[in-house]
């Protein structure tokens, strides 16, 4: 199976997330978090029953994975529930664009040129007409928690941009370890569940919705996505993954029912213009 076909299932996969996260947001997030990422490690259980050294990682490998696959998703979670669900889930997109502005300061080697600025600058004003899109109805309404809410989104981008980047720093592991990481990261999110969330009980339609959100774009997606990286050209494959928020963005509309506003194209444009400049201009 070919590169580019593995990365355009953890694609599809992907555009699934923040549709699945909105129908779910009343539940705890971290009770979310978990039980979908201990889901989403499910495949790689078999591997480890017929060798250990499926999820032999170093400490260092480990915690980066926990960091990406367990902030990653809260911070996303806490968003969507907190800010308009079709902006926050475009505001968490700049992270194609962040991993080339972070690519100098954290992979040696690699400088910033001028397109990158650029490149920079459309992308925030992308998240900026999300944001100010999303205002008016928060305003009309009297509520103001939208605006905090793009906080967690923008965190998340940057949180996975970062972890995308680490794994360029750390030792290679086989695509097995990603269970690890999702199967630690979802223990330690319930334990959080545990202690900080009230409880709650899980209608059946929320147990079809769990398991479809881990065993998709919380499981199978990261795997799908390591299998392409490893197999293909880097660059090539982040082109792709640009389709991600438009994919998104489209069907959290078609979930939510919202209209599709000016606003909401404008900021999709500049975001993805601006992630395939970034890239570019390697």
Same mark, same amino acid.
């Given at each position: 199976?070919? $590169?580019?076909?593995?990365?355009?299932?953890?694609?599809?996969l992907? %555009?699934?997330l923040?549709?699945?996260?909105?129908?779910?947001?009343?539940?705890?997030?971290?009770?979310?978090?978990?039980?979908?990422?201990?889901?989403?490690?499910?495949?790689?259980?078999?591997?480890?029953?017929?060798?250990?050294r499926?999820?032999k990682?170093?400490?260092?490998t480990?915690?980066l +994975?926990?960091?990406?696959l367990? +902030?990653y998703h809260?911070?996303?979670?806490?968003?969507?529930?907190?800010?308009?669900?079709?902006? !926050?889930?475009?505001v968490?997109?700049?992270?194609?664009?962040?991993?080339?502005?972070?690519?100098?300061?954290?992979?040696?080697?690699?400088?910033l040129?001028?397109l990158?600025?650029?490149?920079?600058?459309?992308?925030?004003a992308?998240?900026?007409a999300?944001?100010?899109?999303a205002s +008016?109805g928060?305003?009309?309404?009297?509520?103001?928690r939208?605006?905090?809410?793009?906080?967690p989104?923008?965190?998340s $981008?940057?949180?996975?941009?970062?972890?995308?980047?680490?794994?360029?720093?750390?030792? $290679?592991?086989?695509t097995?370890?990603?269970?690890?990481?999702?199967?630690?990261s979802?223990?330690l999110s319930?334990?959080?569940?545990?202690?900080?969330?009230?409880?709650? !009980?899980?209608?059946?339609?929320?147990?079809?919705?769990?398991?479809?959100?881990?065993?998709?774009?919380?499981?199978?997606a990261f795997? $799908?996505?390591?299998?392409?990286?490893k197999?293909g050209?880097?660059?090539?494959?982040?082109?792709?993954?640009?389709?991600?928020p438009?994919?998104?963005?489209a069907?959290?509309?078609?979930? %939510?029912?919202?209209?599709?506003?000016?606003?909401?194209?404008? !900021?999709?444009?500049?975001?993805?213009?601006?992630?395939?400049?970034? %890239?570019?201009a390697?």
């Amino acid at each position: 199976m070919p $590169a580019t076909a593995y990365a355009l299932l953890a694609i599809a996969l992907w %555009t699934t997330l923040a549709s699945l996260g909105t129908a779910l947001s009343h539940l705890p997030p971290f009770l979310l978090t978990g039980v979908a990422l201990v889901i989403g490690s499910v495949p790689s259980w078999p591997l480890v029953a017929r060798d250990r050294r499926a999820w032999k990682v170093p400490p260092r490998t480990l915690a980066l +994975g926990i960091y990406g696959l367990f +902030g990653y998703h809260f911070l996303l979670f806490i968003a969507l529930r907190h800010a308009p669900p079709v902006e !926050a889930n475009l505001v968490n997109y700049l992270w194609p664009l962040l991993m080339v502005v972070l690519a100098p300061v954290l992979l040696p080697g690699v400088s910033l040129r001028p397109l990158h600025v650029v490149a920079g600058l459309l992308g925030f004003a992308g998240a900026a007409a999300a944001i100010l899109g999303a205002s +008016g109805g928060a305003t009309a309404a009297g509520n103001t928690r939208g605006y905090w809410g793009f906080l967690p989104a923008l965190a998340s $981008a940057f949180v996975w941009a970062s972890y995308s980047l680490g794994t360029k720093r750390v030792a $290679a592991f086989p695509t097995s370890a990603i269970g690890l990481f999702g199967l630690v990261s979802g223990v330690l999110s319930l334990g959080c569940h545990a202690v900080l969330e009230p409880s709650v !009980a899980l209608s059946a339609r929320d147990v079809v919705l769990l398991a479809l959100c881990g065993l998709g774009p919380l499981g199978a997606a990261f795997f $799908a996505w390591d299998m392409a990286l490893k197999r293909g050209d880097a660059r090539q494959i982040g082109i792709l993954s640009y389709i991600t928020p438009l994919g998104s963005t489209a069907l959290l509309l078609l979930v %939510t029912g919202r209209p599709l506003t000016w606003t909401i194209v404008l !900021a999709a444009w500049l975001i993805v213009s601006a992630a395939v400049m970034g %890239t570019r201009a390697r």
